[in-house]
């Protein structure tokens, strides 16, 4: 399990596991996660109180941010705010990423395969776990080491040929949980990236027997609903109790 934000009572978002005896909440950079989180907070905030009434107008509701193309001047005036705290998630959270592949492969946790789960940028951790792994080995040295992994609201490209290669490094299912509320994401990924095409708000366009869409719109309406809402999430993929 991997977190994408972080507060002092982080583990409440995988309380919904606690049925399991054997399971592994992964931390890692701990004080960068809690000052985008905190950064997070205040754009919210911000943005609420500085997009003009016209402009709200203009777009509707804030989940309609999600899909534009022009962001508001106001709201992108407001990026300094975040901007460096997460582009230091966004680099740490790939190589924490690599990192974890390289601890699997050694099979520190012995012969059994295991499941990975992650949301936000715990979700890039994995994503770059996985393509580390075909990338750099020969099939039957990460063969059988993860059975099931499920990304939900990931900040990583939606390229079918990059997730084609993710689906070869689990045994079974590769899910992409995303929601096209999420406008947060849409805007930071842009902020860092010449593309919007990010997995964590739309499905992925890719034909395997392994690869599962999952829309989460009807229950995360925004990014930050992901660490206390990561219960109803993982009971719509089958997990918890």
């Known amino acids: 399990m991997v977190d994408g934000l972080f507060k002092s009572d982080e583990i409440k978002s995988w309380s919904v596991m606690s049925y399991s005896h054997e399971q592994y909440l992964l931390?890692?950079?701990?004080?960068?996660?809690?000052?985008?989180?905190?950064?997070?907070?205040?754009?919210l905030r911000d943005t609420a109180v500085s997009i003009a009434a016209d402009e709200i107008v203009k777009y509707t509701i804030f989940s309609a941010l999600a899909s534009s193309l022009a962001w508001p001047v106001t709201l992108m005036s407001l990026?300094?705010?975040?901007?460096?705290?997460w582009s230091i998630c966004m680099k740490r959270s790939k190589a924490v990423g690599i990192h974890l592949s390289s601890v699997?492969?050694?099979?520190?946790?012995?012969?059994?395969?295991?499941?990975?789960?992650?949301?936000?940028?715990?979700?890039?951790?994995?994503?770059f776990c996985l393509l580390d792994m075909v990338t750099k080995n020969?099939?039957?040295?990460?063969?059988?080491?993860?059975?099931?992994?499920?990304?939900?609201?990931?900040?990583?490209?939606?390229?079918?040929?990059?997730?084609?290669?993710?689906?070869?490094?689990?045994s079974g299912k590769l899910a992409n949980g995303y929601s096209s509320n999420d406008w947060v994401l849409s805007f930071l990924y842009k902020t860092t990236r010449v593309t919007t095409a990010v997995a964590g708000i739309r499905a992925v366009d890719v034909t395997?027997?392994?690869?599962?869409?999952?829309?989460?719109?009807?229950?995360?309406?925004?990014?930050s609903d992901y660490i206390s809402k990561m219960g109803d999430v993982l009971k719509i993929f089958g997990m918890g109790s």
């Open 79 to 85: 990026t300094s705010v975040i901007d460096n705290p």
């Open 104 to 127: 699997l492969l050694k099979k520190i946790h012995g012969d059994r395969p295991v499941t990975l789960v992650g949301y936000g940028l715990g979700a890039r951790v994995i994503f």
């Open 27 to 43: 931390k890692y950079e701990t004080k960068h996660l809690l000052r985008f989180t905190s950064a997070l907070s205040d754009l």
């Open 208 to 223: 395997d027997r392994k690869l599962v869409n999952v829309d989460l719109s009807s229950v995360i309406s925004g990014h």
């Open 138 to 170: 020969k099939p039957e040295q990460y063969s059988g080491i993860i059975e099931n992994a499920v990304l939900c609201g990931a900040p990583v490209t939606s390229q079918p040929l990059v997730w084609r290669k993710l689906c070869d490094a689990v």
